[in-house]
């Protein structure tokens, strides 16, 4: 439910209607508890469950793979746009029921599961679904708003709820006069298949695999000093619209006051 709630309000009723029943088929279920103690092996016991983790890599393979053969109109166009959009966050999906899977199942440890753990979620499954780490991917539209006591409820949120303003001041950024600020680097990337897919075909010796030739792709990744830039850019455009907010609210002040005076 928490990841139905995560769909755009925009989204056509007949979108919604086909997403819904897609997730709700067994393959699905499936898919999120291998990946569920893939990230239980690979993230919280990193090389204690080396051949578990592999038979959880195979059996994604397969289930994804058939998957997205049970997901097949036939001769539809918008049947196969829907379902073209549907695969193509298919990774942002499994990251959020992963995630909320997380956060039912461990209680006691729902303070680990911050946005560092929710950027690993996005990086591996993007990775493994795509081919390569979708750094662009957000997670704004998680609904995290879980009820009484949530330790994941976002600052923003309350600020809103509360009708109050977030304390912004310049003060608090501080400026670096650091010079000469790396460039983003650009590594190249072979894109064929995505993992699975790839592992899937490996696993069941398809002659035919070698057919679809690679394809050199050169991604750009954002250096940390470049992430740093573009968080400190987002902070001051909030001081700027609260400086706006006040600006305003005195000018109204003020009116107020003049016009009192001529009285």
């Known amino acids: ?64 793979v058939s998957y997205t053969i049970v997901v097949d109109p036939e001769d539809n166009k918008k049947e196969r746009e829907k379902k073209d959009r549907f695969f193509k966050f298919f990774y942002d999906i499994i990251s959020q029921s992963v995630f909320f899977c997380l956060f039912f199942a461990f209680p006691k440890s729902r303070s680990k599961l911050d946005e560092n753990l929710q950027r690993k979620l996005l990086n591996t499954f993007s990775h493994m679904y795509t081919g390569m780490e979708i750094h662009s991917a957000k997670t704004d539209h998680w609904k995290l708003e879980l009820g009484a006591g949530n330790m994941m409820r976002r600052p923003q949120a309350d600020q809103k709820k ?61 250096s940390e000093q470049q992430k740093e830039i573009d968080k400190k850019m987002q902070r001051y455009m909030k001081i700027a619209d609260n400086s706006v907010q006040v600006k305003e609210k005195v000018n109204a002040e003020l009116k107020s006051y003049e016009e009192n005076i001529k009285k």
Request: proline share 3%; aromatic share 12%.
């Open 1 to 64: 439910m928490n990841v139905q709630k995560s769909l755009p309000d925009k989204m056509s009723k007949q979108a919604r209607d086909f997403w819904v029943e897609v997730f709700n088929l067994e393959h699905a279920n499936a898919l999120i508890s291998d990946c569920f103690w893939y990230i239980i092996c690979k993230v919280f016991n990193p090389g204690k469950y080396a051949d578990y983790e592999e038979l959880y890599l195979d059996r994604i393979a397969a289930n994804y």
């Open 162 to 222: 509360k009708g109050g303003q977030e304390e912004l001041s310049l003060a608090d950024l501080g400026f670096s006069r650091k010079k000469g600020l790396t460039k983003n680097a650009r590594t190249p990337l072979l894109m064929q298949y995505s993992p699975l897919v790839q592992r899937y075909l490996e696993k069941h010796q398809y002659e035919t695999m070698n057919s679809v030739r690679q394809w050199r792709m050169m991604l750009t990744q954002k």
